[in-house]
């Protein structure tokens, strides 16, 4: 399984190497999708923000649905688990949902969970591999937003399953029972029209406007599902293959699949994240699925246009921060060979040109 272009088996200088040019080539594209990203957001009546696993294998939303990072707000939390009660993650989400009643836009928030259709071992860790408990807690949270923000013609909750051996998703209807299994459309090449009258069976409390913006999203995971396909991609290869542990919030850019592993700072628990993260990695390199180095990348964001520098400067404390407390936990709950193969790359955020710096 070893291949060169993997970044699961490059050498350190060469995976440092790979996260940079990753970093420009998604702030390039960024700066091009800049376009459809206003065309979206001036012509569509909706905005998107999804909950998924920080595994490296659910978070790339963008990749999955052909669309320009950062027309799907991501809120990771690895091992799938929410709750709207978490002070962090709750301000976050509020101060995005206060932004687009602003600008009168619907808000749709994605609570999601995913699975492996050929392998127990490839669901979620996080539920120990159980996806009917997975699901279950999609639809717990998809329940607290609702109980948070009312249901209304402004804000909409819906879940989507996303199943990883294929990349593809599978929308669950206001009745949860009810389901569209994208891999199956796309089988059957199935026309936006008939994709647009599914959603709104699914979910007749849609407005039609924003089902017309979702169509856009699941129209481009039927693109996606395909290329997986042509790509000859085997499911097994969709196995844990982090070689990244990444801190921060910022971590859109890190969209290749299965290379990073996201710890969140937004969840109440975040030594949780981190021990989680951590037991991840140090199976990847026990089971030989990675070489045997890795990379720590803590990253804090900054504002661009702060002339004065301090807002770089806190950033920089921020990063040295993450630093202290996940070193921390790597060296008193985990053997001493793993925090051996680490390699440390402390970064900052620009969050004007989405760039990252190496401090
Ligand atoms: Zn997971």
């Not at 939390?77 to 206060?98: A, D, T, Y």
């Not at 569209?180 to 059957?188: I, P």
């Amino acid at each position: 399984m070893t291949h060169s272009d993997d970044p699961a088996f490059l050498t350190v200088p060469q995976k440092k190497k790979f996260l940079l040019e990753l970093n420009e080539a998604n702030a390039k594209l960024f700066e091009q999708g800049e376009d459809e990203r206003l065309k979206f957001f001036i012509e569509g009546n909706s905005v998107f923000g999804a909950f998924p696993c920080g595994d490296g294998r659910t978070h790339h939303l963008s990749v999955m649905t052909k669309t320009s990072p950062g027309i799907i707000k991501i809120i990771p939390s690895l091992g799938g688990l929410f709750k709207i009660g978490w002070p962090n993650l709750q301000k976050e989400v509020m101060n995005w949902m206060r932004r687009n009643k602003a600008e009168d836009k619907c808000s749709v928030l994605i609570t999601t969970y995913h699975f492996s259709k050929g392998s127990k071992a490839r669901c979620c860790a996080g539920f120990n591999g159980d996806t009917q408990k997975a699901l279950a807690a999609a639809l717990d949270f998809r329940k607290e937003l609702e109980l948070l923000f009312g249901k209304n013609n402004n804000t909409i909750v819906i879940t989507i399953g996303i199943e990883t051996d294929s990349d593809s998703f599978i929308l669950h209807g206001e009745d949860h029972h009810k389901t569209l299994d994208l891999f199956l459309l796309a089988e059957h090449q199935s026309k936006p029209a008939q994709v647009l009258s599914e959603i709104i069976r699914l979910l007749p409390s849609m407005r039609n406007d924003v089902a017309r913006d979702l169509l856009m999203l699941l129209m481009g995971n039927l693109r996606h599902i395909q290329e997986v396909k042509a790509s000859g991609r085997k499911p097994e290869n969709s196995h844990h293959q982090e070689s990244v542990i990444f801190m921060g919030k910022n971590f859109g850019w890190l969209n290749h699949p299965n290379t990073a592993l996201l710890i969140s700072t937004l969840p109440l628990n975040i030594t949780k994240q981190a021990t989680k993260a951590l037991s991840v990695m140090h199976s990847n390199i026990e089971h030989g699925r990675i070489r045997h180095e890795w990379i720590f990348m803590p990253c804090a964001s900054y504002d661009g246009n702060d002339k004065t520098g301090i807002s770089k400067r806190g950033a920089e404390f921020r990063t040295k921060e993450f630093t202290n407390f996940f070193m921390n936990i790597l060296t008193k709950q985990f053997p001493k060979r793993l925090a051996d193969k680490m390699h440390l790359m402390e970064t900052i955020f620009n969050e004007e040109d989405r760039r990252i710096t190496v401090i």
